[in-house]
């Protein structure tokens, strides 16, 4: 459930509300009773950074596996005979 940020335009009470998405918001303030309580513009608690995501910045699990050192040099493997 998200914290929503109430302000009294009357008295300036602030207070941090826990509600649901469904709830329908506060408008009598806390301290002093008034119609004036209104939900604030906050901050969002995540941020996201750089250019975005791609493709590339995930594992690749079709990409073919390097060649072991013993493969390369002799032309065959030895482990898979």
């Known amino acids: ?3 929503y940020a109430y302000r009294c335009s009357s008295c300036d009470a ?3 509300v826990l509600q649901k998405l469904s ?3 506060l408008t009598t303030c ?3 009773g008034q119609e004036t309580f209104t939900k604030q513009l906050a901050a969002p608690g995540f941020q996201l ?3 975005g ?3 590339t910045d995930f594992k690749n ?3 073919p596996k390097p060649e072991c050192a013993p493969c390369a ?3 065959r493997c030895p482990v898979a005979g």
């Open 73 to 75: 040099a002799s032309g």
């Open 1 to 3: 459930m998200p914290v």
């Open 30 to 32: 806390p301290s002093c």
């Open 14 to 16: 602030q207070q941090d």
């Open 53 to 55: 995501y791609y493709v």
């Open 49 to 51: 950074k750089g250019n």
């Open 23 to 25: 709830d329908a918001p």
């Open 61 to 63: 699990n079709n990409a």
